[in-house]
């Protein structure tokens, strides 16, 4: 793999960084490993097709991975990326970084990142992922709109501190690179334990929506592939896609 900085392509303002790189791929010029950072984007894309909000001070960034490995070992990926981005944050700051089922990071309780997965396969095999990463790093509050600002929270905001967004990339590629070269040879993890110390939700109440059902009960762990489970008055229940709506301590 090219050392991280001649593989990063880097825009000043575009529309999306996710969008940008589908585009390279489709023309056949996305290379493995390729990265796309942006000073901001006018149509930040999030996931469930939300707008993601993307002013100046914010890390926005979409990773480019083009390999053949099996697609049973990016089970859980997203919830590992997750768990990798929150530990990477937290040696920048001394507060902790939780993250909220799927992959959202939590700071002082609200959302300060997001991760977007993109996953196309051929035959069981990875095709092309694009892994899209907005960190609200020194974004100011003001810069968000009004309903964003009710729900998320910058580094910047939280610390009264710049933060060196240049570093953070560069760990955070880092620690991408490792977790792909170890799907590469097969290397899973069980995220469980780590997302018991992680989770914003950890034996919370909270009701969850599905494709087709809403769930309400008490999360009480992860399955090691990322499964979240929830136990309710008639048991418990995994769920591998979804959206947690409300938190209610318990
Ligand atoms: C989420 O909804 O939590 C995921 C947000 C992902 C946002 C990032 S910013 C860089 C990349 N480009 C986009 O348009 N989206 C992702």
Redesign the pocket.
Known sequence: MKTSRSRITKFQDIE????QAHLYIKEGKATDGMILISET?T??????D?D?S?PKGGL???IITHRSIPLEFFQGFSVRIGLALSKVLEEFIQIPIKVKWP??LILNGKKVG???VDISSQDEFLHYLVL???INVNVKLDCLPDEVRKIATSINCETQKEHPIEKILDLLISVYDQIIDDLEIGVTLDLSDNWVKRSHTYNSNITVKTANQIIEGIEVGLTSNGELIIKTTDGEHKISIGEIEQIRKA
């Open positions: 999306s960084t996710q969008k984007q149509g930040g894309i999030g996931r469930l939300r993601w993307s926005w960034m979409s992959n959202d997001g991760i977007l899209g990463i907005g």
